[in-house]
C-alpha cells in the first residue's frame, strides 16, 4: 500500500503542466487530493478525471478551504502555482511584484497556515516547484530567477528548522519541462530550455523517487547537479560561460 493511500493532498497551480501532473500522480497513489488553481474551469475536469476536490483562487490563501475539504488535515502541501517572468533589471514593479508575490510569498503564506498543525502532530511534507533557475539563473528573466533564488531559501530554511520536528520538505528544480511557462520564455526559453525539456509526468516521477529516497532536493534534469557544482566551485567560470550563453541569444534575435 502507498505512504500516501488516504493522505490529505493539496496541489496548488493543477490547471495544467506540472501541477496536474503532481495531482494525478497522488491520485493514483490512493491519496485524497484538492486542487487549485485561479481559474476554476481549469482545475474542474481535472477533479472530474482524478476525484480530486476543486478549490479555486489565489494559492495563498486557500489553505483553510482545502484543509476543510479534506475533513481538517493537510499531509502534502505542493506549493506549485508559479508565475514566468521574463524581464531584465528595467522591468516594471509590478512585475518584480508580482513575481515574489506568487513564486515566494505564496509559500510563505501556504507555510503560516500548515505549519501550526503540522508541529502540533510531528508531520507535515511542504513541496516546493522551484525551478532550477532557483538553483542557476535564466537569461532574459531577471524577476522570474531572483524570485525562484527565494523560493529555494525559504525551502531550505523549511527543512533546516523544522526537520527535526517531523517537517519533510522537498525542492523540484527542473529545467525546461513542456508546459505553458516554457513557451512563455519565448526564444530564451527555445535556446535554453527546450533542447532537453522533458514531460510534466517526468518530473512527478522525479519527485516520488526523491520522496522514496528521503532528498530534498529533487532534480529531473540530472545534469542539473553537475552545473550546480560548477557554479559553486569556480562562479566566475559559470558566470563567463552563462555570459556567452547570453551574448548567443541577443545575437540570435538580432
Not at 532550477?132 to 535564466?138: D, I, K, S, V
Not at 542539473?224 to 562562479?235: C, F, K, L, S, T
Amino acid at each position: 500500500m502507498s505512504q500516501f493511500q488516504d493522505a490529505g493532498v493539496v496541489v496548488t497551480g493543477a490547471g495544467g503542466g506540472i501541477g496536474a501532473a503532481l495531482a494525478r500522480r497522488f491520485a493514483a497513489e490512493g491519496a485524497r487530493v484538492v486542487v487549485n488553481d485561479l481559474d476554476g474551469q481549469k482545475i474542474k475536469a481535472l477533479a472530474d478525471e482524478t476525484g480530486a476536490v476543486a478549490v479555486a483562487g489565489d494559492a495563498s490563501v486557500i489553505v483553510d478551504e482545502a484543509r476543510e475539504a479534506l475533513g481538517g488535515r493537510v499531509d502534502v502541501y505542493c506549493a506549485n502555482a508559479g508565475l514566468a517572468s521574463p524581464g531584465d533589471a528595467f522591468a516594471d514593479e509590478a512585475v518584480w511584484a508580482a513575481a515574489w508575490d506568487v513564486n515566494v510569498m505564496a509559500h510563505v503564506r501556504a507555510a503560516r497556515a500548515l505549519l501550526p498543525d503540522w508541529l502540533e502532530r510531528g508531520s507535515g511534507r511542504f513541496v516546493s516547484t522551484v525551478s532550477a533557475a532557483g538553483l542557476l539563473t535564466m537569461v532574459g528573466a531577471a524577476p522570474y530567477s531572483v524570485s525562484k533564488h527565494g523560493a529555494l531559501a525559504f525551502a531550505e530554511w523549511l527543512s533546516l528548522t523544522y526537520r527535526h520536528r517531523g517537517i519533510k520538505v522537498h525542492a523540484i528544480c527542473p529545467q525546461g519541462v513542456r508546459t505553458d511557462m516554457l513557451t512563455a520564455a519565448g526564444s530564451a526559453g527555445e535556446l535554453v530550455l527546450a533542447p532537453t525539456a522533458i514531460e510534466p509526468e517526468d518530473v512527478a516521477d522525479a519527485l516520488f523517487d526523491g520522496i522514496e529516497a528521503d532528498r530534498f532536493l529533487i532534480l529531473p534534469h540530472r545534469e542539473v547537479a553537475g552545473y550546480y557544482q560548477a557554479r559553486a566551485g569556480n562562479p566566475d567560470r559559470w558566470l563567463a560561460g552563462m555570459n556567452h550563453l547570453q551574448q548567443k541569444w541577443e545575437e540570435a534575435a538580432q
